[in-house]
């Protein structure tokens, strides 16, 4: 690959250009009207224009994109995360186009995006799944009467569902019958398709994801895991690795199982297994996830390694130059993300950035899409940088993320600086006992509920 296209914006594009220009590769920015002052518009080599501010008109408008590519020459196309990036029917135009998709094949990204084929692809390759139902569901009576059969509570989930949309906890009967039309025409509006399965609800769980690679020769690495249990409407906040939570036994299990889901479908390229671990350290399949994570920066600040360069020397069909037993974990890596939002709510806050001074902290890494100046506008993801500390212990990497927090200064919006610094110095995120309902139990207990 000589010209890359990064189909993407913000800190990912500019994180991805990064490692395009460290490998000598050109890169093509491709950008909406609200973006074209972003640092990563100009970082690129080329930038093209693709469309208006609304993501279907821009980011999401594949002819646009290919577009770009043919006019600047491009060999290849990297899809970032969110967006296009799990988009199979992308990953097949690209490849029509004859363009290097960096990620895995499309019929892959298509079984994995279907969370209910996931589940009996990984049911039937031994890899542990949450007890649910087998299929998708016809009705709410259907629901009713399989979720008496699993036992309540349920969890209600959308097949093609992401991001929490589409997903809800459930009770009794009638709380079912509700939340089925209301979560079906979400899935619908978001996903275009309203299939929707139930899967048991495993009470007070941590969300452990682990990193995975996989070459075109066969060989299929496990870069370790990441603990991701902080979350709000079920998106991450804040990642970590090692989990504290885990003990060594049960990493090599899981980790292990990850490596047999990726064998399972086939996958190559960079990916993410994500399990529901219980307080009795047993673990179920999740889903997959085929592109690369928003929280990357943790694994590769505790090994040292460039997961984008992994991921570009995949799509150029070079064998993995790693052996499992050389990836360790030399550190202890934290990262959280910095959005323009309100700390008490979490809504979006958009507005113009006044100034912007992100700390100079050692052994504190900072990817960012912004600067002083820019405008951050209702159109996008609100996250604006993501900060990852290291040390060699849990407690240095956390004491560095809260100095560099408090040392980071961004006016002219709001921010969710002040959460995540309540966040580090809770007590239950320091004795790293913390589940997926920390954000919740801290909201009841500041309520007096």
């Not at 991805?16 to 490998?23: F, G, P, Q, S």
């Not at 959308?158 to 709380?175: F, H, K, L, R, Y």
């Not at 323009?340 to 700390?359: K, V, W």
């Amino acid at each position: 690959m000589r010209k890359v296209l990064v189909a993407n914006r913000g800190e990912i594009a500019r994180r991805i250009i990064r490692t395009l220009k460290a490998e000598g590769i050109a890169a093509v920015a491709v950008y909406s009207e609200a973006d074209k002052d972003m640092p990563f518009v100009h970082e690129a080599d080329e930038a093209v224009l693709i469309g208006p501010p609304p993501v279907p008109q821009s980011y999401l408008n594949v002819e646009a994109i290919l577009a770009a590519a043919r006019q600047t020459g491009a060999d290849g196309v990297h899809p970032g995360y969110g967006l296009l990036s799990e988009n199979a029917a992308f990953a097949e135009r690209c490849r029509e186009a004859g363009l290097v998709f960096i990620g895995p094949a499309p019929d892959v990204i298509a079984k994995m995006g279907d969370k209910v084929t996931a589940r009996e692809i990984m049911r039937r390759a031994g890899v542990p799944v949450v007890p649910g139902c087998e299929g998708t569901l016809a009705d709410a009576e259907e629901a009713v009467a399989r979720a008496r059969e699993i036992g309540y509570p349920v969890m209600l989930k959308a097949s093609a569902g992401g991001g929490g949309i589409g997903m809800q906890v459930v009770n009794n009967d009638e709380d079912l019958r509700q939340a089925f039309q209301s979560a079906r025409g979400r899935a619908k509006a978001y996903f275009g398709n309203d299939a929707m399965f139930l899967e048991k609800y495993v009470q007070n769980p941590h969300h452990i994801e682990v990193q995975i690679a996989a070459d075109h020769h066969g060989q299929i690495l496990h870069i370790l895991e990441r603990e991701c249990s902080i979350q709000r409407r079920h998106q991450k906040v804040l990642e970590e690795s090692p989990s504290p939570f885990l003990d060594e036994q049960t990493r090599q299990r899981i980790c292990q199982a990850a490596v047999e889901a990726a064998r399972a479908v086939g996958y190559t390229g960079v990916g993410t297994v994500e399990f529901i671990v219980d307080e009795a350290k047993t673990f179920y399949f999740l889903e997959m996830n085929t592109r690369l994570q928003v929280e990357h920066p943790v694994t590769e600040e505790i090994t040292g390694l460039d997961l984008v360069k992994l991921q570009l020397d995949i799509a150029r069909n070079e064998p993995l130059r790693l052996r499992q037993e050389e990836i360790q974990a030399h550190r202890h890596a934290i990262e959280v993300r910095i959005c323009a939002e309100d700390p008490n709510t979490f809504l979006p806050s958009p507005g113009r950035i006044e100034e912007y001074r992100p700390p100079q902290v050692e052994h504190v890494r900072i990817d960012d899409g912004v600067e002083a100046g820019i405008q951050v506008t209702p159109y996008y993801d609100p996250m604006i940088a993501k900060v990852i500390a290291s040390g060699e212990t849990r407690e240095k990497a956390a004491a560095r993320l809260s100095d560099a927090l408090k040392a980071f200064y961004i006016s002219g919006i709001k921010t969710n600086i002040p959460f995540l610094l309540e966040v580090l110095d809770d007590p239950v995120f320091r004795a790293g006992t913390y589940t997926t309902h920390f954000v919740q139990n801290r909201k009841k207990a500041q309520h007096g509920s």
